[in-house]
């Protein structure tokens, strides 16, 4: 797992939006950030005491620039939704509100397996132990199975999911999920978080037509498909609410 993944996945169960804490440029682009940015300072203060207006205008661009080389964070390509560090990388934040108690909610995504009921990316879930699971994921135009195994790090019962795929695992992948009870006390508020980052190298560039907006839009569709998945049968038999004919 690189780096970025890796700190990706932290932020994640800390809390904190990857999006928003990320870098977003490339290391090349870091590299001549810093140099422009200490070339503009240094050219600024020699013209300080002649031209003090327009140096202290250049000193400030040039430390726009040292930011940005230094954090790999532009605000700008921020603004614009732009990331050149990894463009093939999948971040989805979505929340739905369901009318279902939040312990049967909860018990059901716990279940690892279930979700690909409602879930068309998710092919199969095999839960190995209480922790520990298999995943295959479908593909757009079913071109190629994606396996993984993950492990649950952290969670709250009734509350709280967190996983991420293990060390050496084809495709990283990370979420989490919390569940809240509505303002109504009735119904259940589902906040679900997910990345997906596809392999680096070789593979990565063979894979990349398929992490692109439409696998995306699957994902965020299978979520929200949950919402109608709740009044099948199928899942109203599961926690025990009655069933009309």
Known sequence: MDNKTANTIRNMHQGIDPASSAPNIDN???AISILAGGYLIYKSLRNLADHPLLALQGAAAGGVLLYRGTTGV?????????????????????????????????????ELSNLPKFMSHLKQVTEISETKSHWIANTPGNVI?????????????????????????????????????????IDTEIHVEISYFP??????RGLTSLFNGIFEKMIRADIQQFKEYVEHLDFRTYIGLPTSE
Request: some cysteine; glycine content about 8%.
């Open 199 to 204: 392999p680096a190298g070789s593979v990565g």
């Open 145 to 185: 199975d994606l396996e993984w195994y993950a492990e649950i790090t952290h969670e709250e019962n009734g509350r709280y999911i967190g996983w991420q795929s293990t060390e050496n695992s084809t495709i990283q992948n990370a979420g989490k999920i919390t569940f809240s009870d509505a303002l109504n006390q």
């Open 28 to 30: 090349g682009e870091r």
């Open 74 to 110: 532009c605000p700008l390509y921020k603004k614009l939704e732009i990331d050149t560090t990894d463009p093939q990388a999948i971040h989805i934040n979505e929340q739905i509100t369901v009318n279902v108690a939040r312990d049967k909610v909860y018990g059901f995504w716990r």
